[in-house]
């Protein structure tokens, strides 16, 4: 089979390390081929909207064989249900499907903290708006999602350590990024809330002691979080 | 087979009308609970998140049997393979969930036009950062979906008259409820668009001239758009 070829942003993790994240646990081989010189073409050509077939509106996008895959959560579905990252059953790949589009949810609030008014134009110039947006996401909204996401581990606690099933699902490494990439962006208010969810916080731990994800965070291949990608750390947008 | 159960506001289409959408083309026999008296707490139950099982974070909900889906696109994937609105490859269907996804992306932005800082504020309270973003939002965001379905809908026109495939997906349905919905919101910046995309509104005129569709756009199960909802019209935030 040829290697799988992620076309994603090279200098951040953003959406694309939720892809990375399940290439490396599963182990399997991938071309993240904008980090190689002369790979931007490549990764333009892959959201190029006039070409014929499967373009997509922005990267991530991931190239297996034939399919030409875009939008994180679709490329995870793939891989869940190709490489045994996502349970078998109908039911349970929906499961895991809502919640990483739930995670997505937030994903994206995090990323309108600071920029709240357009993403063309600089942060710096709606800084005012950031503040405020930065102020209601870090008060309001990420106790109220990661307070969801806490009551769904602690609700299948007595089923075992992950939170769909009995196996490992992407949807674990997803938690495990998102709670990584808040703890960057907002350190404060992370270190304050934590405590309140015992469960989400040891499926991290879980998740940063696989062998395959500690080799990867250990790894070149782990970019830094940096103010470039969707969680940024602008100390001036916690109080 | 016992009928499907949706949850849902009961005075706005929202997230919602994308499901309802779908169920109304297919035929599907559905209870839109919340809009029956004492449905209130049924909806409230669906996103309990202490419930076991598959809590969700938001409506839409659907219980289809055992099962109980949330988030728009998870529903439609389910609905998509089970009652014949997507294609039976695994290529097709990972290429409308894609395509509804990114219509999940415009959808919350268009949100995000008359609540740029917070959920949890009014839209008067936050009415000078909205017509920002509301600006931002016609000015480039619209063009740029707009202009990527319309090149999707083109690359595709040669093999028939739907968005994905030789029959009718649910992603023709919800491109269709896109470009109704951002022709309440935004009518001037719509009407002065449109030219751009002659592929794109044929489809969506030819969705509106679905039997099924058109009884049900004439029906009272069709909520009108109003003020509460995601497509919201403002005329301050069209200059």
């Known amino acids: 089979m040829e290697p799988y070829v992620l076309y994603y942003w090279p200098t951040i993790q953003g959406r694309g390390e939720f892809?990375?994240?399940a290439l490396e646990e599963a182990g399997i081989p991938y071309a993240d081929v904008a980090r190689n010189r002369k790979g931007m073409p490549?990764?333009?050509?892959?959201?190029?909207?006039?070409?014929?077939?499967?373009?997509s509106f922005a990267p991530p996008v991931l190239k297996a064989g034939d399919l030409l895959i875009g939008q994180t959560a679709s490329i995870l579905l793939f891989l869940g249900a190709r490489h045994g990252l996502a349970p078998r059953s109908e039911a349970g790949r929906l499961w895991c499907n809502q919640l990483q589009l739930t995670i997505a949810d937030i994903v994206n609030e995090a990323h309108d903290t600071h920029h709240p008014v357009s993403t063309n134009l600089y942060y710096e110039d709606q800084k005012k708006e950031?503040?405020?947006?930065?102020?209601?996401?870090?008060?309001?909204?990420?106790?109220k999602y990661l307070g969801y996401f806490e009551q769904v581990v602690r609700n299948h606690a007595?089923?075992?350590?992950?939170?769909?099933?009995?196996?490992?699902?992407y949807v674990d490494l997803s938690l495990f990024q998102l709670v990584e990439?808040?703890?960057?962006?907002?350190p404060k208010a992370m270190a304050r809330l934590e405590p309140q969810w015992p469960e989400l916080i040891a499926l991290h731990d879980m998740v940063a002691e696989r062998p395959n994800i500690a080799a990867y965070l250990a790894s070149k291949r782990r970019i830094p979080f940096n103010e470039d990608g969707i969680f940024r750390r602008y100390p001036e947008l916690e109080r």
Chains 1, 2 share one sequence.
Do not use: C, E, N, W
């Not at 490549?42 to 014929?52: W, Y």
């Not at 007595?158 to 699902?169: E, K, M, P």
């Open 19 to 21: 892809v990375r994240l």
């Open 42 to 55: 490549a990764l333009m050509a892959s959201i190029d909207h006039a070409q014929p077939g499967t373009p």
């Open 130 to 143: 950031a503040k405020k947006r930065a102020q209601d996401f870090t008060s309001g909204r990420i106790p």
């Open 158 to 169: 007595g089923r075992g350590r992950f939170a769909v099933g009995s196996r490992l699902t």
């Open 181 to 186: 990439g808040l703890r960057y962006a907002f």
